[in-house]
């Protein structure tokens, strides 16, 4: 007797398996090379200090984000595959979620920008274009989840390098040829996100309706199944990232 998938439900082959892997791990590989040579940029270009400065602003944003993201990615993956009758509301509802979250994470980042002094010594321009990194990147962390569930791994690895080769040509040019210093590297990392950001939301318009509900039942479901990953990885981040603080 063979049983067969509910239907509706997407099944993952071998040769499926082992081909997102490959490609996950060449997009991963890339990643790292690229996030190398971007570091070789800002060091050289501008300095020990102005690199410590991009540090410091990465470090705080890359310290709210495990807990902005509410493990809302995993949850919504989950939700999806467990019970397809009802896509349309988790879709919605964790766009309610993200729309309330990002709001929140914006407004905890500029807090700590003017706690740690950034935001007196260097101003609002470089808190907002440092800040606004976070919700574009939130935006791609809860969809990523849609993905997840319908098996496209290689849109989230497209996504990954293309961020990447994207900061690095805005690097080069906004750094080196515009002299732009930290300032530029802020700018290279928010335009780079949004042009994620932009092929994220086209993808999207194809596979779902981006229109935010507030459900409390779904949020409960959303919520409880992700922010004990939250906060696993919030921990995790916050020991990597503590040094940056002393």
Known sequence: CIMLPPRGKVVMSTKSFLSQSIHTILSKGTGLILVFAAGIVTARWLGPEGKGVVALYQALAMMIF???????????AYLLGKNQSRDAEVYS??????????????????FAY?????????GWLMALVFGAVVPLLLFESYHNGVFISKKQIERMNYLVMLDKFASMIFLVALIIFCNMQVLGAGLAYLFSRIICFSLLVYWLKKEIKISPKFNWDIWSDLLKHGILFSIALFVIQLNYRFSFLL
């Open 93 to 110: 509802n964790m766009q309610g979620i993200y729309f309330v979250v990002a709001v929140a994470a914006f407004g905890a980042l500029l």
């Open 114 to 122: 003017s706690a740690t002094g950034l935001l007196t010594k260097y």
């Open 66 to 76: 495990p807990i902005a993201e509410l493990g809302v990615r995993q949850s919504t």
